[in-house]
């Protein structure tokens, strides 16, 4: 079956790198997603990649991908303070018009930003 | 444009107890499901519908249903609470399309019941 796996805490300080890692079964996903719940909050999408790349730079955030490992990260650049939240990882297992867009999530990380 | 909303945002129940919330998006999408959240392990599918008038179980179904009578409209129904169903609820919908930003699920606020 589907499985989505992650750290559940990461604590850094203000200025420095976030780096969130998120491992997955499912050999067979297509794409996969990161998503951001603030305090009290529904998730919103941050970003997604599609497997066949390796890395998506989007202003200061880095994915990267390796899918012979199953391997996906999640790099925050110069981690400010409201960036504090939890980060879930998720993909779509067997892509495709019969999966409906369900999605399988991770744990979530809880991403804490100190000043 | 609200997106998703639900009702209520908090609910206390005691067990035996029924309830239901509803969630309604305004964004035609025609894609609706039903999680909930416990901390620790993201987040759950409990049902999904993938049309008006349709429903399917997901990964945690037992103990609720659903029905999508309206295309903006999906509900979830607690017919006897018990105190494992005490979680955050969180409704979201999506349109048709190929996986990926196609695919976006867009979120509610959450509904947080306590069943005592």
């Known amino acids: 079956g589907e499985d989505v796996e992650q750290s559940l805490f990461l604590s850094v300080r203000e200025g420095d790198s976030s780096v969130i890692n998120c491992t997955y079964t499912?050999?067979?996903?297509?794409?996969l997603y990161w998503y951001k719940q603030e305090p009290g909050a529904g998730l919103q999408l941050l970003t997604y990649i599609f497997s066949n790349m390796d890395m998506k730079q989007d202003q200061r955030l880095t994915v990267l991908l390796n899918k012979k490992d199953k391997h996906l990260s999640l790099r925050i650049a110069d981690t400010q303070t409201g960036d504090s939240a939890i980060y879930f990882c998720?993909?779509?297992?067997?892509?495709?018009?019969?999966?409906?867009?369900?999605?399988?999530f991770g744990q979530g990380t809880i991403l804490t930003v100190h000043p | 444009n609200a997106g998703v909303t639900q009702t209520p945002k908090f609910r206390v129940l005691k067990t035996g107890q029924s309830m239901t919330l509803l969630c309604a998006q305004d964004?035609?999408?025609?894609?609706m499901y039903w999680y909930r959240q416990d901390p620790g392990m993201g987040l759950r599918l409990i049902h999904y519908?993938?049309?008006?008038?349709?429903?399917a179980k997901g990964e945690v179904p037992d103990g609720y249903n659903v029905s999508r009578l309206k295309k903006q409209n999906f509900l979830l129904g607690l017919e006897s609470a018990a105190p494992s169903q005490t979680s955050v609820y969180f409704c979201?919908?999506?349109?048709?399309?190929?996986?990926?930003?196609?695919?976006?699920?867009?979120f509610g606020p959450g509904t947080r019941l306590t069943v005592l």
């Open positions: 998720a993909e779509i297992p067997n892509a495709g018009g019969t999966s409906y867009g369900k999605l399988t």
């Open positions: 499912d050999s067979s996903s297509t794409y």
């Open positions: 519908s993938v049309g008006e008038g349709t429903t």
């Open positions: 964004m035609n999408h025609e894609y």
């Open positions: 979201a919908s999506s349109p048709i399309g190929l996986a990926g930003a196609g695919n976006e699920q867009f």
